[in-house]
């Protein structure tokens, strides 16, 4: 797993100075079914759609793809301790009745003590949108507000573009790799022969989450998230010999327990290599 040193996220007027300080790379031009590029040296964005046109259903599959420079990270739509997520805009644009961003599972990483969630070098968020006129042409205009991190972190904010003309669709070369990250979507547990068997507090009041593989687990990981939407941190983590069953407890130092989270629903993420499946879960 790689590992970045970063900073705690900034207070709102830090990033707004920051933001005002980034300059912006030229954009480099799209082909069909996909936008241009924009961004910065650390980060490029484009919008990409697995349709060249709208076609003749009322949704559209698309994807956000953003690019990293080496060593720099984008956020979960939690970012844990540090960084900031990515915040999607697509109020000007027109004939879309709305858009549901899908949050491919994170990367977990740890510098200094601090807990991060996102993604290193590139991801697609997959997007499913929403048309007001089924086969209508489709004018997509995106404000993307989002932080990377490296030694630093950098707030960012682009516009990009993408029009999508009405008619038959076939599929665009980036199709599949639109699906591939949307695969990568945690499904409703339990699914992927993952079972959530228990949530529930220990003898000192902590969060201990117990779940079932159906197979040899590789490298699990358990992200918590209270009602508020703060991830709970890093859980310590035990698995049996079989490799099949671990347990998570959330124990460090001001994570919230049973005076905080009893009686309540926390969203659980759970994530071995290439699977990943949550649950909401209300807590005794």
């Given at each position: 797993m790689k590992r970045t040193i970063e900073t705690r996220r900034l207070a709102p007027a830090a990033w707004l100075?920051?933001?005002?300080?980034?300059?912006?790379?030229?954009?480099?031009?799209?082909?069909?079914?996909?936008?241009?590029?924009?961004?910065?040296?650390?980060?490029?964005?484009?919008?990409?759609?697995?349709?060249?046109?709208?076609?003749?259903?009322?949704?559209?599959?698309?994807?956000?793809?953003?690019?990293?420079?080496?060593?720099?990270?984008?956020?979960?739509?939690?970012p844990g301790d540090t960084g900031v997520p990515p915040e999607f805009d697509w109020s000007r644009s027109a004939n879309l009745a709305g858009a549901t961003v899908h949050w491919p599972a994170p990367e977990r990483s740890e510098s200094y003590g601090f807990d991060s969630l996102g993604y290193h070098d590139e991801v697609i968020y997959p997007v499913t949108v929403r048309l007001r006129e089924?086969?209508?042409?489709?004018?997509?205009?995106?404000?993307?507000?989002?932080?990377?991190?490296?030694?630093?972190?950098?707030?960012?904010?682009?516009?990009?573009?993408?029009?999508?003309?009405g008619g038959l669709a076939m599929e665009t070369p980036e199709a599949r790799r639109i699906a591939r990250y949307r695969?990568?979507?945690?499904?409703?547990?339990?699914?992927?022969?993952?079972?959530?068997?228990?949530?529930?507090?220990?003898?000192?009041?902590?969060?201990?989450?117990?779940?079932?593989?159906?197979?040899?687990?590789?490298?699990?990981?358990?992200?918590?998230?209270?009602?508020?939407?703060?991830?709970?941190?890093?859980?310590?983590?035990?698995?049996?010999?079989?490799?099949?069953?671990?347990?998570?407890?959330?124990?460090?130092?001001?994570?919230a327990g049973r005076d905080e989270l009893a009686g309540r629903t926390v969203r659980l993420t759970f994530v071995d290599r290439d699977r990943a499946v949550e649950t909401a879960r209300l807590l005794p």
């Open positions: 100075a920051a933001m005002l300080a980034v300059g912006m790379a030229a954009p480099a031009l799209g082909d069909a079914g996909t936008s241009e590029w924009v961004g910065t040296d650390e980060a490029r964005i484009r919008i990409v759609s697995a349709e060249d046109r709208t076609g003749e259903g009322d949704t559209v599959e698309l994807g956000v793809e953003v690019r990293l420079a080496p060593g720099w990270k984008i956020y979960w739509r939690n089924p086969g209508a042409p489709l004018d997509l205009r995106l404000d993307l507000s989002y932080g990377i991190c490296k030694e630093v972190c950098v707030p960012l904010r682009q516009e990009v573009s993408l029009s999508l003309p695969e990568r979507v945690p499904e409703a547990a339990p699914a992927q022969g993952l079972v959530v068997e228990s949530a529930d507090f220990d003898a000192d009041g902590r969060l201990v989450v117990a779940i079932r593989s159906d197979i040899p687990l590789a490298d699990p990981q358990l992200i918590a998230e209270a009602p508020s939407g703060a991830s709970l941190g890093a859980p310590e983590r035990d698995l049996d010999e079989d490799g099949r069953h671990v347990r998570f407890r959330f124990a460090g130092e001001g994570v």
